[in-house]
């Protein structure tokens, strides 16, 4: 049988058709394995940030059972960042508001406390943890809101008033009261525990200057008894009353009138004790011991 022979141009062709299919073939498995390893690493890496995200939230849960607020939004602050779902921006949310209205109440700002953890409590599809949490805390600080406004409030008042009229006091008592209220050690009375603390120390201290400052001016009226002498409704020289003398132990007894009176004697002179006791017998108080504060007092005035 005789052999076939090719045109040596078809020969050519078929090598050339060959090696067009090699590539083909070649390409088609590189293309397919890249896929393969592109679907590999993206499986991987979607299965790690799956993994990561339930990490951070679990962590998350168990910060706001610990009412650990802060870590807590933390984690699902970070849950959302590797994936962005409803449910870890919501419970970041509320973890946040807890914080909030904590810091708020230990201010004593009560009402904008409420008002964050109202939040807390309303978030839709929440944490249910942080919602029952945030219940319980809002029930507390409704308490704390009623004695500030029924207790406390008024009693600040009260010494703000006092304060504002130099009584000062008054208004030291009624700081003393607020710190005598059975709840003040209370966490969320800190701030209004340490302001009354504060403001009976700057009261002490202006009460204390009010008794120096009255106590100069009582010595320096008592002072110018002394000098009084001179004063033309009285003479220097004369000591006698209704025409006696008056004598050493008259003034004696008249010097121990002046301090039951609660004023002291020694600045006065004896021309000064006979002036004076002159004067109230002109008042119809005869005898020492008849003297009144009244008629020292009459008898300083210019």
């Known amino acids: 049988m005789d052999e076939i022979s090719l045109d040596p141009n ?40 799956t993994s990561a995200y339930a990490t ?15 870590d807590a939004a933390d984690h699902f602050n970070h849950a959302y960042e590797l994936k962005a779902t409803s449910e870890a921006k919501t419970y970041a949310k ?21 008002t964050s953890v109202q939040k807390v409590i309303d ?17 507390t600080l409704t308490k704390v809101e009623e004695n500030y406004e029924n207790e406390i409030q008024p ?68 002072s110018n008894a002394a000098s009084s002498s001179s004063d033309s409704r009285y003479s220097e020289n004369d000591h006698t009353v209704n025409g006696s003398n008056v004598s050493l132990s008259t003034q004696d007894q008249i010097r121990n009138r002046l ?17 004076l006791y002159r004067y109230a017998t002109t008042q119809g108080h005869k005898t020492p011991n008849d003297i009144t504060k009244s008629d020292v007092e009459n008898y300083l005035k210019p």
């Open 123 to 139: 978030a839709k599809a929440g944490y249910q943890v942080l919602t029952t949490k945030g219940k319980e805390l809002k029930t």
């Open 155 to 222: 009693l600040q008042d009260a010494a703000q008033k006092a304060e504002a009229n130099k009584d000062w006091q008054k208004a030291i008592n009624n700081y003393e009261e607020i710190l005598e209220l059975s709840y003040i050690n209370g966490k969320y009375y800190q701030a209004i525990k340490k302001d009354a603390e504060a403001s009976i120390k700057a009261d002490k201290k202006k009460l204390k200057e009010a008794k120096e400052n009255k106590a100069s001016a009582k010595s320096s009226t008592s």
């Open 94 to 114: 509320q973890a946040e508001n807890m914080s909030d209205a904590i810091t708020y109440a230990k201010r004593a700002h009560y009402t904008t406390a409420l």
């Open 259 to 275: 301090k039951a009176l609660g004023i002291s004697p020694n600045p006065w002179s004896p021309q000064d004790l006979i002036n």
């Open 10 to 49: 078809w020969e050519v062709f078929l090598m050339k058709k060959s090696v067009i299919w090699s590539i083909i073939i070649a390409v088609i498995v590189i293309a397919g394995g890249g896929f393969v390893f592109y679907n590999h690493e993206s499986s991987n890496h979607t299965n790690v940030s």
């Open 56 to 70: 951070q939230m679990s962590q998350g849960k168990d910060a706001a059972k610990e009412e650990k607020y802060d």
